[in-house]
């Protein structure tokens, strides 16, 4: 049986392990079903680059690969739409919960100014 082909996201980052102290960020989109349980498609796109800007934190790594991979799912996003496959919200898994905390705003820490003026759009 085919899947429901709904768009699902994992973002990683590697903070701090590219030269002159930039970080790396990878992603993982596959298509899926609205159960979690299922074997998932393979792989339709795994973007990797490399984070423009000098990380303060893994967290600040975390959210900026986040929202790299976000932008590369919205044009695929429309893709499936216009081929008649309803999108739900694109479940995007991270592995870092402070990011989560700040992205889903159940966290606010101190000094965040650059980071919302960055990534304001998640």
């Known amino acids: 049986r085919a899947s429901d082909m709904i768009l699902k996201v994992h973002s990683d980052a590697g903070y701090h392990n590219a030269s002159h102290g930039r970080s790396r960020a990878g992603g ?17 796109l795994n973007p990797t680059s490399i984070i423009r800007h000098v990380a303060s934190s893994a967290s600040e790594a975390e959210i900026a690969a986040t929202f790299i991979n976000c932008k590369e799912a919205l044009p695929i996003r429309v893709t499936l739409q216009e081929m008649g496959y309803h999108q739900p919200t694109t479940p995007v898994i991270m592995d ?21 003026m960055r990534y304001h759009w998640l």
Do not use: C, S, Y
């Open 28 to 44: 993982h989109f596959f298509l899926g079903d609205h159960n979690e349980e299922k074997i998932p498609n393979g792989a339709i």
């Open 96 to 116: 870092n919960t402070t990011a989560v905390g700040i992205t889903n705003d159940t966290i606010k820490p101190q000094r965040t100014k650059a980071m919302d």
